[in-house]
């Protein structure tokens, strides 16, 4: 399978712990999101990767989340001190250009 | 403020019939507008888009027409089957900046 791989799948932790999650793109894409979605809306962007660079993040995104994308492969997102806000679907994307991206089946959260 | 919108929650219609989802947007920069459907316990699939210099798009049974000046947009399904029961999201964004902004979804129902 060469889809975008997100891991875990689930996620359930205590309020107050650090959580981190993968995602691993398709190999040729060098452009990678992170959106989060909760109940009943739509995806919403959280940061952007052009290969390792970071090159925007969302005003949603607090400075308790933190992205890394090493070596311009796989990213990781880490959100620390969980809230229960923080409970949500998290998306992760890929593309080859600035149009259309191929979405993950996503790290579905739940902060207790 | 919600800067893409799809104002009808749900919407049902006969296996064989039309189905027309709608979006309107605030910003008239956007340049691009996509569409992306979603089955349960997946992430969101791409299905069609259109850049701004076109006001039609066509992909088989599925076509995307764009109003500029009424800053809205809409997918045709025609002839709708029981498999295109999913929720279906607008999106729109800059060609340059490759995030997208997404709507609330529609989630649409194929009766057989």
């Known amino acids: 399978d060469t889809g975008v791989s997100q891991n875990p799948r689930h996620k359930i932790t205590k309020r107050g712990q650090n959580v981190t999650f993968r995602c691993d793109p398709i190999?040729?894409?060098?452009?990678l999101y992170w959106y989060r979605q909760t109940l009943g809306q739509g995806p919403e962007f959280l940061t952007y990767f052009q290969n390792e660079a970071q090159l925007e993040k969302s005003r949603l995104l607090s400075d308790r989340f933190s992205a890394e994308r090493p070596k311009g492969s796989f990213s990781t997102l880490e959100i620390q001190r969980t809230e229960q806000g923080d409970s949500a679907m998290y998306l992760c994307?890929?593309?080859?250009?600035?149009?259309?991206?191929?979405f993950g089946q996503g790290t579905r959260l739940t902060v207790v | 403020d919600q800067q893409v919108k799809q104002n009808s929650p749900s919407l049902s219609v006969q296996e064989g019939r039309i189905s027309i989802l709608n979006c309107d947007y605030t910003n008239s920069m956007f340049d691009y507008f996509l569409w992306y459907k979603k089955y349960p316990a997946e992430g969101p699939t791409f299905l069609i888009s259109?850049?701004?210099?076109?006001d039609k798009n066509e992909d088989g049974r599925f076509t995307v027409f764009l109003n500029k000046s009424a800053k809205h947009l809409s997918l045709h399904i025609v002839p709708s089957q029981p498999g295109d029961s999913a929720v279906y999201f607008c999106?729109?964004?800059?060609?340059?900046?490759?995030?997208?902004?997404f709507g609330d979804g529609t989630t649409l129902t194929v009766k057989p």
């Open positions: 190999s040729e894409h060098n452009r």
């Open positions: 999106a729109a964004s800059f060609t340059n900046a490759g995030k997208s902004t």
């Open positions: 994307a890929s593309s080859p250009t600035n149009t259309e991206a191929f």
């Open positions: 259109i850049s701004s210099i076109k």
